[in-house]
């Protein structure tokens, strides 16, 4: 298998594991962002693909979504989602793995510290898509939008970036070259 098929059929495999990771979702009363485990499979597409092909797979997850297909939280899909509260966090992906593959590019030196630093940089960057696209949605200032749909799940999202940096870095020490 040449190195281009590789690289597809890991993007391909990390747009499934988003899937599977925003159905993995708990509810939170308060706000109308919920919680899932999306940001997880996103940040271990960024830290495991170049910033190529994590942008790709995570473009692809989006357009299935968009065509309907049940890949965002709670089995949902369609445009609908995209242009609703959850939109600009789902919308900021690409640019998550492109942030954390940058800063781990070389995969034989990155350590913990490092990944889990890019991960919460990416994270600033969603935090920012999707806090305005929530402004401009409920027609609030982005600071209201930020505290509403942001500031909750801080300490959700560290945690899946430190889950997601320790389990990439055990997928990299297991594998002999650049698979991925």
């Given at each position: 298998?040449?190195?281009?098929?590789?690289?597809l059929l890991?993007s391909?495999?990390?747009?499934?594991?988003t899937?599977?990771?925003?159905?993995?979702?708990?509810?939170i009363?308060?706000?109308?962002?919920?919680i899932?485990?999306?940001?997880?499979?996103?940040?271990?597409?960024?830290?495991?693909?170049?910033p190529?092909?994590?942008s790709?797979s995570?473009?692809?997850?989006?357009?299935?979504?968009?065509?309907?297909?049940?890949?965002?939280?709670?089995?949902?899909?369609?445009?609908a989602?995209?242009?609703?509260?959850?939109?600009?966090?789902?919308?900021?992906?690409?640019?998550?793995?492109?942030?954390?593959?940058?800063?781990?590019?070389?995969?034989?030196?990155?350590?913990f510290?490092k990944?889990?630093?890019?991960?919460?940089?990416?994270?600033?960057?969603?935090y920012l898509f999707g806090?305005?696209?929530?402004?401009?949605l409920?027609?609030?200032?982005?600071?209201?939008?930020l505290?509403?749909g942001?500031?909750?799940?801080?300490?959700f999202?560290i945690?899946?970036?430190?889950?997601?940096?320790?389990?990439?870095?055990?997928?990299?020490?297991?594998t002999k070259?650049e698979?991925f």
């Amino acid at each position: 298998m040449n190195f281009k098929t590789k690289q597809l059929l890991f993007s391909s495999v990390f747009c499934a594991l988003t899937a599977i990771c925003a159905q993995l979702v708990i509810p939170i009363p308060a706000g109308q962002v919920q919680i899932s485990m999306s940001l997880f499979g996103v940040f271990l597409c960024g830290a495991l693909l170049s910033p190529k092909y994590s942008s790709i797979s995570m473009l692809a997850y989006i357009l299935i979504g968009a065509c309907g297909l049940p890949v965002f939280g709670r089995l949902s899909g369609g445009l609908a989602i995209l242009s609703g509260p959850t939109g600009g966090y789902i919308l900021s992906y690409p640019f998550i793995t492109i942030i954390i593959s940058f800063f781990s590019r070389d995969k034989k030196s990155v350590g913990f510290l490092k990944l889990f630093l890019s991960m919460l940089a990416s994270l600033f960057v969603c935090y920012l898509f999707g806090s305005a696209h929530l402004a401009l949605l409920t027609k609030t200032t982005f600071i209201s939008a930020l505290l509403v749909g942001a500031l909750p799940f801080i300490i959700f999202d560290i945690i899946k970036a430190a889950m997601a940096a320790y389990i990439a870095l055990i997928i990299l020490k297991h594998t002999k070259s650049e698979l991925f």
